[in-house]
């Protein structure tokens, strides 16, 4: 069993940077796969990045692509979402998701709602036009 917590979020103006934080705890977070969704008012939550387990490949959206860039520390059991020229669209509840991958599936990044087994509360990104 882990917990996830994410923070970071908040209200900036277009063209700013927000770094989002998803600190784990409860076990080992270097067994895990991580991914960051979003979900505006009135939509389905979408994927934005994923880091595989063992941190060698990472997954991004198209539309996030060049401006979001997504990195784990292990040590502090924390991956991070460097969201840098942020737009409106941007606007949204951030969640990180977790699950175990079997070790063979190491390298892989999950892009799939339905793969990942925790999340957290989310947190709020409000881009300003």
């Known amino acids: 069993q882990v917990q996830l917590v994410e923070s970071g979020g908040g209200l900036v103006q277009a063209g700013g940077s927000l770094r989002l934080s998803c600190t784990a705890s409860g076990r080992t977070f270097s067994t895990y796969a991580v991914g960051w969704f979003r979900q505006a008012p009135e939509k389905e939550r979408q994927f934005v990045t994923g880091?595989?387990?063992?941190?060698?490949?990472?997954s991004y959206a198209d539309s996030v692509k060049g401006r979001f860039t997504i990195s784990r520390d292990n040590v502090k059991n924390t991956v991070f979402l460097q969201m840098n020229s942020l737009k409106p669209e941007d606007t949204a509840a951030y969640y990180c998701g977790a699950l175990t991958p079997l070790f063979m599936r190491r390298s892989y990044v999950y892009t799939e709602e339905s793969a990942y087994e925790y999340w957290g509360q989310g947190t709020q990104v409000t881009v300003s036009s």
């Open positions: 880091i595989a387990r063992s941190g060698d490949r990472t």
